[in-house]
């Protein structure tokens, strides 16, 4: 093995260990890498980015080709969103873009500055990402022209905040790709932003190569704006007393007792199912979704729904009158709602509570079950009770009773 090699693969088994396994972002917890060609680091967007409440952790990583390494697909896949900031060299450009590419199909987000849409054929990926055509922007000229944000869509939402953005002269000249489209242009009219897919470009450089006097402005933003509106969208359900029943989920593999999460790509269409356990009734979602069903589409970034289980109780034992040859059905019940009893040889009878606590029913025969029970002192009768809590889903079960009527 050569000198070269062996330091590049300490280099490699250092990286491995600052890749944290992780399944996805939880709530508020978007992971982001920051990837440049020096060893320098972005560290002023890193602190941009540190400073949002919704970013648990940022990581650096020096691609070039001197003393840097190049992640694997696997590698980036923990992350929410990979900022790839070119400037030079790389070290692996065609196993670059093929890493992009891959995690780019697994879901992931991923961010181009200048000079990572540079017309140098080694200062942009290439691989399966060139030749994909992931990128926003086609390579352009080294320009290097000092010039502000100037029009764009306010209501985009890669946009959203995004108030400021400035290039101190160091920028490339890019035209479209095909399929990408148009976010914002410079004061100059030069494009600014683009957006491709997953992909989103700047033909600013936002490293920090040449010093925190390269850029200004709300870049930041526009990184967190990209993972929020294209990134794997996280949906979480928390179930207020687990015991009660389960939430699953026609898509995302959901099947939940207590909170739970899923990710799930953006525009994804999903229903969640709320099943309550014996003894127990649905009194609805609540949070992204209100009342007894909860439907959504993937899209701005986290939601979060809540599911409330409540106790439908009835009694084991039936409080008989043989005086009068009634019963006496007393249930316990979690909140609010409608309950009531019917059957054929029943009476119907309805009450509506207005709090959590118990609730008596009175069983009385009719027709031909009262003719029975006067005739011979007994009637066995079947009854169904319904209780349907405020916001939620009708829950069900039935209980036979023996009535006796004093000879």
Avoid at 77 to 92: E, M, N, Q, R, T
Avoid at 222 to 243: D, E, H, K, W, Y
Wanted: net charge positive; aromatic share 8%; proline share 5%.
């Amino acid at each position: 093995m050569t000198r070269r090699f062996l330091i590049l693969l300490a280099s490699a088994l250092a990286l491995l260990g600052a890749f944290a396994a992780s399944a996805s972002a939880a709530p508020g917890a978007y992971r982001v890498l920051l990837a440049e060609v020096t060893p320098i680091g972005a560290k002023q967007l890193g602190a941009q980015l540190s400073a949002f409440p919704d970013v648990a952790a940022v990581d650096y990583v020096d691609t070039g080709d001197e003393e840097g390494v190049t992640p694997t697909a696997a590698q980036l896949a923990p992350y929410d969103v990979v900022v790839s900031i070119g400037d030079s060299d790389y070290l692996d450009v065609e196993g670059w873009g093929n890493s992009l590419a891959a995690y780019v199909g697994q879901g992931g987000v991923v961010v181009q500055s200048a000079y990572d849409t540079w017309e140098d054929p080694q200062a942009f990926p290439q691989g399966a990402f060139s030749a994909g055509g992931y990128a926003p922007f086609i390579p352009g000229k080294n320009v290097n022209k000092y010039t502000i944000l100037g029009t764009f869509d306010p209501a985009n939402p890669l946009m959203q905040g995004v108030t400021s953005l400035v290039t101190n002269g160091y920028n490339t000249e890019n035209l479209l790709s095909p399929g990408a489209s148009l976010v914002a242009s410079w004061a100059n009219g030069l494009p600014a932003v683009a957006v491709k897919g997953r992909v989103v470009a700047t033909s600013a450089y936002i490293g920090d190569g040449y010093g925190t006097e390269a850029w200004s402005g709300d870049f930041g933003r526009l990184v967190l704006n990209s993972v929020r509106t294209l990134g794997r969208q996280l949906l979480s359900v928390g179930v207020f007393n687990p015991a009660g029943g389960k939430v699953t989920s026609s898509v995302g593999g959901l099947d939940c007792g207590t909170v739970c999460t899923a990710t799930l790509a953006p525009g994804t269409a999903v229903s969640l199912k709320a099943t309550p356990a014996k003894k127990f009734a649905f009194a609805g979602f609540g949070g992204a979704c209100t009342g007894k069903s909860c439907a959504l589409t993937m899209a701005g970034g986290t939601k979060a729904v809540t599911a409330t289980f409540v106790a439908f109780k009835p009694n084991k034992k039936v409080q008989l009158n043989k005086q009068q040859g009634k019963g006496t059905l007393t249930l316990y019940l979690g909140g609010p709602g409608k309950l009531v009893l019917s059957g054929k040889k029943v009476k119907k009878q309805t009450k509506s509570p207005k709090k959590v606590g118990k609730v008596k029913l009175p069983i009385v025969a009719k027709g031909k079950a009262l003719t029975q029970l006067q005739n011979t002192g007994k009637v066995k009768v079947k009854v169904s009770l319904a209780y349907t809590p405020a916001g939620g889903a009708k829950a069900t079960t039935t209980k036979s009773v023996v009535l006796k009527l004093a000879g």
